[in-house]
């Protein structure tokens, strides 16, 4: 198996870092201005206690603070901009002998930092800047030690800045997402090559996270690893041991990170059954036609309604329900086999912030009504990164839904017992939005591996 990370990838992250973080100071700077502060304490956060006990959930850093370095296991860590002066990191490094400690601070973003290590809580509040009324600090308080003697915590007039600005990747985040897509890319050929040897959800899991080098703490979100109908349950949360009777599908819905940056990958396998993966490759085309369309000044709640028109038309095609396209999305048929968003933003966070926001004042753009799902309401810019990931399932709780209302006649019961045992499909594609089309980041992985 090749290096996960090579000393080229790292040397690239290198040369592209220094803009990126010109980049982040300047959006820091204006959400300061905004908030009418002169220092940003960034705070990756402090470990959380499970009740009742001494252990640590999984610590996970603050993305803003991320966004700024590359650290995702340095709980109490933080960051203080100040307008035209140089970044300073507290790099925090406790005494402890019950854990390691942070190792000194290496890689290729230390020389853009004044750094000053200190091995106690104590001592953070010490390095940060005097006029505590000047500061704000952006990240999670569970306590008042961890404001460090700042008021105002989060303000929201900073925030909103920050997490519409957080929509557009630079040239340093996109490099990420593309070294985590091939990460990811390897941890699915793994998992399919599993499920083409009959091994159970759990070992086609324990493939993933071997052929990605990510242990559970290290992958963006639990990997969803379902067999047969379990294909149906759109964030499907166990890892049965059992070897099913029969193979028939798997859907994984699994992602990788590289310095923090996800990527967020769904494919769709048939075992052996003909028809089946007949429709995952008819399937396939309806959401590749999909990331053709995706482009700067797209409308993304219409294409998301596109997306229902396509899938009104492929019921229709393989004979699971009939009518016109209108009817059936009037009736609410497309909703019960497709009930979730066309995609949202990707980044430091699966969900990126920012997806509904229309302006620098937080002004909230609703999703269409009827789809409450849909998480990326404002238009496509250039160097957004988003997932494009229709779906199609048969998920009962939802048809029984329609029983008595005009859509149950739509619905061919026969044929959605032939789909039933399958569980559904999704194809979830991350890709990166350029000013006449995009990037598919995923696809690229995919050649690339
Ligand atoms: N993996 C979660 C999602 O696709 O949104
Ligand atoms: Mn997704
Ligand atoms: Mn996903």
Redesign the pocket.
């Known amino acids: 198996m090749p290096p996960m990370s090579t000393e080229t990838d790292s040397a690239a992250l290198g040369r592209l870092y220094p803009d990126h973080l010109r980049e982040i100071q300047t959006r820091h700077e204006r959400a300061l201005e905004r908030a009418g502060a002169s220092h940003a304490v960034i705070f990756a956060g402090a470990p959380r206690t499970v009740f009742l006990d001494d252990y640590n959930y999984p610590f996970k850093a603050n993305p803003h603070f991320l966004s700024w370095v590359p650290l995702r296991a340095n709980p109490w860590s933080l960051v203080v901009c100040t307008p035209g002066k140089r970044p300073l990191l507290v790099y925090f490094q406790e005494k402890d002998y019950w854990h390691s400690p942070p190792s000194d601070p290496t890689g290729f973003w230390t020389g853009e930092f004044d750094i000053r290590i200190v091995h106690t809580v104590e001592d953070i509040a010490e390095q940060l800047p005097a006029e505590k009324d000047k500061c704000i600090l952006i990240g999670e308080v569970q306590n008042d030690t961890q404001a460090f003697g700042i008021e105002r915590i989060n303000p929201k007039s900073a925030l909103n800045i920050l997490h519409r600005a957080r929509g557009i990747k630079t040239e340093y985040e996109v490099a990420c997402m593309r070294a985590a897509s091939r990460r990811g890319a390897r941890g699915h050929a793994a998992a399919e090559a599993a499920f083409r040897a009959r091994a159970t959800e759990f070992d086609i899991h324990l493939a993933y996270c071997r052929a990605t080098q990510h242990t559970e703490r290290d992958l963006p979100y639990s990997n969803i690893i379902a067999l047969n109908e379990h294909a149906a349950v759109l964030h499907y949360q166990h890892q049965s041991t059992q070897r099913p009777d029969a193979q028939l599908s798997f859907l994984i819905?699994a992602g990788a990170r590289t310095n923090g940056y996800a990527c967020?990958i769904?494919r769709t396998h048939s075992f052996d059954n003909a028809e089946f993966a007949a429709l995952i490759r008819r399937f396939d085309a309806l959401q590749l036609s999909l990331v053709s369309e995706v482009r700067a000044g797209v409308n993304f709640p219409e294409l998301h309604l596109t997306t229902h028109r396509k899938i009104a038309e492929l019921l229709v095609e393989i004979d699971l329900a009939k009518g016109s396209p209108e009817a059936l999305i009037e009736s609410g048929v497309t909703n019960a086999f497709y009930p979730h968003g066309l995609?949202?933003l990707?980044g430091l966070q699966?969900?990126d912030m920012g997806g509904f926001m229309a302006d620098d004042e937080g002004t909230i753009i609703d999703p269409p009504s009827g789809h409450p799902y849909l998480r990326l309401t404002r238009n496509l810019e250039e160097n957004q990164v988003l997932?494009i990931?229709p779906g199609l399932y048969v998920i009962d709780l939802l048809l029984a839904d329609l029983a008595g209302t005009p859509g149950e006649k739509m619905i061919n019961r026969s044929r959605v017992d032939w789909l039933r045992p399958f569980g559904g499909m999704r194809i979830?594609d991350n890709v990166r939005v350029t000013a006449n089309g995009c990037e598919n980041l995923t696809r690229d992985a995919f050649a690339a591996i």
Do not use: A, R, S
């Open positions: 819905d967020d769904t995609g949202h990707l699966v969900h997932t990931e979830e």
